[in-house]
């Protein structure tokens, strides 16, 4: 039985569960993480990828929520290496941390309840497609405002809109959604950010478009600028610019580096994988399996 990390414990998992009158289960008040690691056959090593990053970031996003989980990112990081430890997986494995309201108390509201943090592990292996090539269609739905609920803080409840979208994707016959501003600029997928190729230099959307701060989007533009030469321009970014980009792709610690071939039903650039968004493929596979020893320092060895 695999192990959770719940109420300062290692637990089995089937032992981690909070009430159904959880406060966070009630009104969507928690903050997760979503981290990777990667299983190195050949040096029978299990890799964390930027994981320290990972809690800052959720650290971060718990002050917006005023949940004080009182640890910090090296108290975080240890947790999380003793859980892969006991659960001592030999294959690529997702890990989800999450901060909630440990109360059972009613009424949303940070103040006067205290923070939860649990911890658990799951084989994954790819979320999205990666090889072929993936459709996509603008959503109907519009991305949660930062003045509404901070698409930046992967707040839990913030994953209806997500879920809203994905799902109208998939029953449309798309493999994933695109959101809007409420501006109606580019915002990103449902659990992805965005870039798109044109004349040889990326474009992503900036911060201010209601995305999540994501880890694998300062990857790509490190990656791009430091092994490629290239260039990411951060602006804001029209619906049909999409249709007339070279190259798109979206990226996650979930998703990877997918390539977009088609958008709105219509074939994005040649309507095969674009050779920019193929490169950038290739290299971030290599980093994140410790094929690339320049970029070791993102990586946690588990074992
Ligand atoms: N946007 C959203 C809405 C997400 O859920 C994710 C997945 N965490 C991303 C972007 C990508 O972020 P990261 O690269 O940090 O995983």
Request: with cysteine; glycine share 10%; charged share 25%.
């Amino acid at each position: 039985m695999a192990h959770a990390y719940f109420k300062g414990q290692f637990v089995p998992l089937d032992q981690a569960k909070v009430s159904i009158q959880n406060n966070t289960f009630q009104y969507g008040t928690g903050i997760f993480e979503g981290i990777r690691a990667y299983w190195n056959p050949d040096e029978r090593q299990l890799y964390l990828f930027r994981m320290v990053e990972h809690y800052v970031r959720l650290l971060r996003n718990c002050r917006v929520l005023k949940l004080n989980i009182v640890k910090d990112e090296k108290e975080l990081s240890e947790i999380t290496l003793e859980l892969l430890r006991r659960n001592h997986p030999e294959t690529d494995t997702y890990i989800r941390p999450i901060a909630y309201v440990d109360s059972d108390g009613i009424g949303p509201k940070f103040i006067g309840y205290s923070a939860g943090f649990a911890m658990y592990t799951l084989p994954l292996g790819d979320y999205i497609d990666v090889s072929k090539g993936i459709k996509v269609g603008f959503s109907s739905w519009r991305r949660i405002n930062d003045n509404a609920i901070p698409a930046r803080c992967k707040v839990t409840g913030g994953y209806v809109n997500s879920a809203l979208a994905k799902t109208e994707a998939l029953e449309h016959g798309y493999d994933e959604a695109i959101f809007l501003t409420e501006g109606g600029f580019i915002s990103e997928g449902s659990a992805e950010n965005i870039f798109l190729v044109r004349g040889g230099k990326l474009i992503t959307p900036a911060l201010s478009e209601d995305i999540l701060e994501g880890i694998t989007r300062e990857t790509v533009i490190e990656l791009a600028r430091e092994e490629l030469g290239i260039e990411t321009i951060e602006r804001p970014i029209g619906r049909t610019e999409l249709y007339v980009a070279d190259e798109a792709f979206l990226c996650g610690t979930g998703a990877q580096i997918s390539p977009m071939i088609e958008v709105d039903k219509r074939p994005l650039g040649t309507g095969r994988i674009g050779p920019i968004s193929a490169k950038i493929q290739a290299l971030y596979f290599d980093v994140v399996k410790g094929k690339q020893k320049k970029y070791a320092h993102w990586l946690t060895p588990v074992y």
